[in-house]
């Protein structure tokens, strides 16, 4: 074997342990940094996991409501504390029921805060408004603060339109058919009064049926919804107008009895029914004496 040979040989091996041991320094390397994220990615999750736990101790222990309560205070004891309200806007309902919502709001916020009176940022004046429109009477209302120490309440109440009675019971309502209060019977307003169940939330419609008649429209004593489907309408002269149901149709037919009414007199004649339920025609039911003596059958000898 020549020397030539020997050194080329020799050089191979060495070049071949030269590359392994890259190979196995890249391995290493990659061992490392795999490890490494890996050490970051448990690093995260465990932090995540701390912060969890922090999150769920601070809502158990009640600490943002208890800061707020907090500076709450604080904030009372600068002088913004609630010592008077205003309330605006009522000319129907009793002012009671809104006084003694507004005092258990007040008596609320300054308990939370541990203190003789509320402070201002600690009276949920959103919630306050939500309260006030539970009454009937009430359609909206607007609740701000006027500062150092005062809310101010607006007011904006539904107008009657109309008595309902149901169940023996009396209740105004508004043109919407919103039951704003109980009604005595001695006390009972001149308004139209609706009668049965439902009637209330027809309001709006006999309105419109009324309103197309202007020459009956004083006339009208009551008006009963019967059976969920139509209206009788009944006049202080005593006479009851049945009409058909559906709004087209009753117009139709009450405007066309307004105007015979007009030309012929037809209310205050002592006839007991007017029976407008078959369209074009007019069944009219007579007093028992009077049908007595029209009846052909029944006259004397």
């Given at each position: 074997?020549?020397?030539?040979?020997?050194?080329?040989?020799?050089?191979?091996?060495?070049?071949?342990?030269?590359?392994?041991r890259t190979s196995a320094s890249k391995r290493g390397a990659k061992g490392s940094a795999n490890a490494s994220r890996v050490g970051r990615l448990a690093g995260l999750a465990?932090?995540?996991?701390?912060?969890?736990?922090g999150v769920v101790v601070i809502i158990a222990l009640d600490v943002p409501a208890r800061a707020e309560r907090s500076a709450?205070?604080?904030?009372?004891?600068?002088?913004?504390?609630?010592?008077?309200?205003?309330?605006?806007?009522i000319h129907h309902m009793s002012r009671a029921p809104i006084d003694a919502v507004v005092n258990d709001e007040l008596h609320s916020a300054a308990q939370d805060a541990g203190t003789a009176k509320a402070p201002?940022?600690?009276?949920?004046?959103g919630r306050l408004r939500e309260r006030l429109l539970q009454f009937g009477w009430i359609k909206d209302a607007r609740v701000s603060r006027r500062l150092p120490d005062t809310l101010v309440i607006d007011v904006v109440e539904r107008t009657p339109a109309a008595l309902w009675q149901d169940q023996g019971q009396l209740?105004?309502?508004?043109?919407?058919?919103?039951?704003?209060?109980?009604?005595?019977v001695d006390k009972m307003p001149d308004l139209p009064l609706l009668i049965g169940p439902g009637a209330n939330a027809q309001?709006?419609?006999?309105?419109?049926?009324?309103?197309?008649?202007?020459?009956?429209?004083?006339?009208?004593?009551?008006?009963?919804w019967v059976?969920?489907?139509?209206?009788?309408?009944?006049?202080?002269?005593?006479?009851?107008?049945?009409?058909?149901?559906?709004?087209?149709p009753s117009r139709v037919a009450l405007m066309k009895?307004?105007?015979?009414?007009?030309?012929?007199?037809?209310?205050?004649?002592?006839?007991?029914?007017?029976?407008?339920?078959l369209p074009g025609k007019m069944a009219v039911r007579l007093p028992k004496a009077v049908g007595a003596i029209t009846d052909p059958q029944k006259q004397p000898s």
């Open positions: 074997m020549s020397a030539a040979h020997v050194r080329r040989g020799g050089g191979g091996q060495s070049k071949s342990r030269k590359g392994t465990f932090g995540g996991f701390l912060l969890a736990i709450g205070a604080v904030i009372g004891d600068a002088g913004f504390t609630v010592s008077n309200y205003q309330i605006a806007g201002q940022t600690l009276v949920s004046v209740a105004l309502v508004d043109a919407d058919g919103v039951v704003l209060d109980r009604v005595p309001a709006e419609e006999l309105g419109r049926l009324m309103a197309a008649v202007p020459t009956l429209k004083p006339q009208l004593a009551s008006a009963t059976g969920g489907r139509r209206w009788d309408l009944n006049f202080q002269t005593g006479e009851i107008v049945a009409l058909p149901e559906g709004e087209d009895f307004a105007k015979l009414d007009k030309s012929n007199g037809l209310l205050g004649r002592g006839f007991l029914r007017f029976d407008l339920r």
